[in-house]
């Protein structure tokens, strides 16, 4: 059973920076591929970034690619999301998740959630 707990999200300005952290625990980090989903109110749950099990494959949302960076330290058992450039509309809740097979995009490929962190851009 992993257990995955997010932290790092808050209130800030269009055009500013935040980073999320997604702390792991239990099973074994280094054999999950790790995302981030996030969620808009109203809105389905949508893909964010992928990591692969070594770190050296992700993948990007189309709006986010060149703003985001997802990256992974299988020592300390954490994956990240460097957000940079921020905009209002990428005002969510944010979700980190871990699957035992390859990365997808749907939300049903992913055996564990975390309970999510807010992030508000305002404008």
């Known amino acids: 059973q992993v257990q995955l707990v997010e932290s790092g999200g808050r209130l800030v300005q269009a055009g500013g920076s935040l980073r999320l952290s997604c702390a792991a625990s239990g099973g074994t980090f280094s054999r999950n591929t790790m995302s981030w989903f996030r969620q808009a109110p109203g809105k389905e749950r949508e893909f964010v970034a992928a990591i692969s099990r070594g770190g050296f494959i992700t993948e990007y949302l189309d709006s986010v690619k060149g703003r985001f960076t997802i990256s992974r330290d299988n020592a300390k058992n954490t994956v990240y999301l460097q957000m940079n450039s921020l905009k209002p509309e990428d005002t969510a809740v944010y979700y980190c998740?871990?699957?035992?097979?390859?990365?997808?995009?749907?939300?049903?490929?992913?055996?564990?959630w975390g309970q999510g962190t807010q992030v508000t851009v305002s404008s």
């Open positions: 998740a871990a699957s035992s097979l390859g990365y997808s995009h749907s939300t049903a490929s992913y055996d564990y």
